[in-house]
């Protein structure tokens, strides 16, 4: 839901649009390019593009810089022009685990084939503000870089590793049963519908916003849910995309880019099957660029979702339509635009309702005051 119409005070809304760029540059300092905030800003980047549904960092990059740095608003930005866009392909199924890893770790065993790969994260640092970076100059970047000796092709990291949950599948501890093959709901085409299906599910959840789904996820870690998970892996890496080749046969595909993406399975509580056999339960999470927490929660809702139960993050229009940024800041946000119909009408209710009082209240005055006479 979109409230972005307003009438009359033409002048004043376009002198309120000049404000907005008047506040954002008279205390400009140095003129803050695109190009920089896609460059140093990248988790920020991540995180609008995946709440945004659109993997363009150049233009998440502009809509951070037009939105003032409000993740909320650039997702929106970001959402809106995508709407624009013509479609003119699906892309074939990717395999994240064919991705080249950058990151990838297991908190369910301390030794997986191919090790541990830390990559790049805050996990291990101390939350402690780094005032030294207040004074970082360029000759100081360049001779840090220049010390870490790494260049282009190191940066690829061209590894990949058989998934954590394969092995487990391999071992009967988890779901050997084939996939069903069906055409994804296509939330961005189709109104979504409860109960919804799992591709419906998993395309909300993918494109929540961060905040409100990690909030619901801890819900439930808390005791207002069934699902506290164990990380079984959690990689991010960049995976190729393929389209079909337009002049081929089936199987004929053309290689269009790779995207960075995070995906996480999280192993939960056994089960009984329907062959009487006990398995793990998997939670997925996948979502664009380095966006660790939000596949985390992602795996967890999915998961939940998944049970029966009475808390909130098992409820799943609750969860749905909850966590979409774009929906939930418009619905709240709209509440500044003239509501002066609406309010004047409740104001006349209320006064109507004073008067009845009022003369009722006089009347039973009155008549007491006669028959006591």
């Known amino acids: ?84 866009l013509p479609r003119n392909y699906y892309s074939l199924t990717s395999e994240p685990g064919d991705m080249r890893v950058v990151r990838r770790i297991s908190s369910s065993f301390k030794d997986i084939p191919g090790g541990q790969l830390l990559g790049p994260t805050y996990d291990y640092t101390h939350r402690l503000l780094n005032f030294h970076l207040r004074n970082e100059d360029e000759q100081e970047i360049q001779s840090f870089l220049e010390s870490m000796n790494l260049d282009a092709e190191d940066i690829k990291f061209e590894q990949t590793f058989q998934k954590v949950a394969d092995l487990l599948r391999d071992q009967g501890f988890l779901s050997n049963r084939e996939k069903k093959e069906a055409e994804p709901f296509d939330i961005t085409r189709e109104k979504i519908t409860f109960p919804a299906s799992r591709s419906a599910r998993l395309q909300s959840l993918a494109r929540g916003e961060t905040g409100a789904m990690t909030a619901m996820a801890y819900s439930s870690m808390r005791g207002y849910g069934v699902v506290h998970p164990t990380i079984g892996e959690l990689r991010v890496g960049h995976t190729d995309v393929h389209i079909p080749y337009p002049f081929g046969d089936e199987d004929d595909s ?83 635009l003239p509501h002066y119909i609406t309010f004047q009408s409740t104001l006349d209710r209320i006064r109507q309702a004073q008067a009845e009082t009022a003369s009722k209240t006089a009347q039973f005055e009155s008549e007491g005051s006669f028959s006591h006479t």
Do not use: C, W
């Open 1 to 84: 839901m979109g409230y972005v119409a307003v009438t009359g005070g033409q002048k004043a809304i376009e002198h309120a649009s000049r404000l907005v760029d008047y506040f954002r540059l008279k205390d400009r300092g140095e003129t803050l390019k695109t190009n920089q905030i896609e460059g140093q800003m990248r988790l920020l980047i991540d995180r609008v593009m995946g709440e945004g549904g659109l993997y363009a960092p150049e233009y998440a990059a502009l809509a951070l810089k037009q939105s003032e740095g409000d993740p909320a608003e650039a997702a929106f930005l970001l959402r809106a022009y995508r709407s624009t």
């Open 254 to 336: 053309l290689y269009i880019g790779e995207v960075l993406m995070t995906e996480v399975e999280t192993i939960n509580s056994f089960t009984q099957n329907d062959e009487g056999e006990v398995e793990f339960m998997l939670g997925y999470g996948l979502t664009f660029g380095q966006n660790e927490v939000k596949a985390i929660a992602m795996a967890i809702l999915e998961r939940s979702l998944e049970t029966k139960g009475t808390s909130p993050a098992q409820d799943e229009e609750f969860v749905l339509l909850h966590i979409d940024s774009i929906e939930s800041n418009g619905f709240v946000s709209h509440l500044k």
